[in-house]
């Protein structure tokens, strides 16, 4: 069992940047493939970015690359993501979230989930 708490969001106009940070409870932190997700009001839930147990291995939505960076510190039992040049249209609920039911940094099916933090961008 892990427990996720996320921090770091907030508003910021278009083409500002936020970070946001997940810190886990427990000792097997580094046991899980980390996860940002979002939803935006009307849309599914959607996988922004992942990374793998040692951060040997990232993925990223095509809507998010280039732009945000996804990292760990398994040291800190923390999971950030760096969001640069945010637009309107990345305004979301944004979810951390951790995999212990493979090593795969593909797929959504995740098993532990952070309450949520609002990030709203202006245009």
């Known amino acids: 069992q892990v427990q996720l708490v996320e921090s770091g969001a907030g508003l910021v106009q278009a083409g500002g940047s936020l970070r946001l940070s997940c810190a886990a409870s427990?000792?097997?932190?580094?046991?899980?493939?980390m996860g940002w997700f979002r939803q935006a009001p009307g849309k599914e839930r959607e996988l922004v970015a992942s990374?793998?147990?040692?951060?040997?291995?990232?993925y990223y939505a095509d809507s998010v690359k280039g732009r945000f960076t996804i990292s760990r510190d398994n040291a800190k039992n923390t999971v950030y993501l760096q969001m640069n040049s945010l637009r309107p249209e990345d305004t979301a609920v944004y979810y951390c979230?951790?995999?212990?039911?493979?090593?795969?940094?593909?797929?959504?099916?995740?098993?532990?989930w952070g309450q949520g933090t609002q990030v709203t961008v202006s245009s």
């Open positions: 427990g000792r097997t932190f580094s046991s899980y493939v």
């Open positions: 990374i793998s147990r040692g951060s040997s291995s990232t």
């Open positions: 979230a951790a995999r212990a039911r493979s090593t795969s940094i593909l797929g959504i099916d995740y098993d532990y």
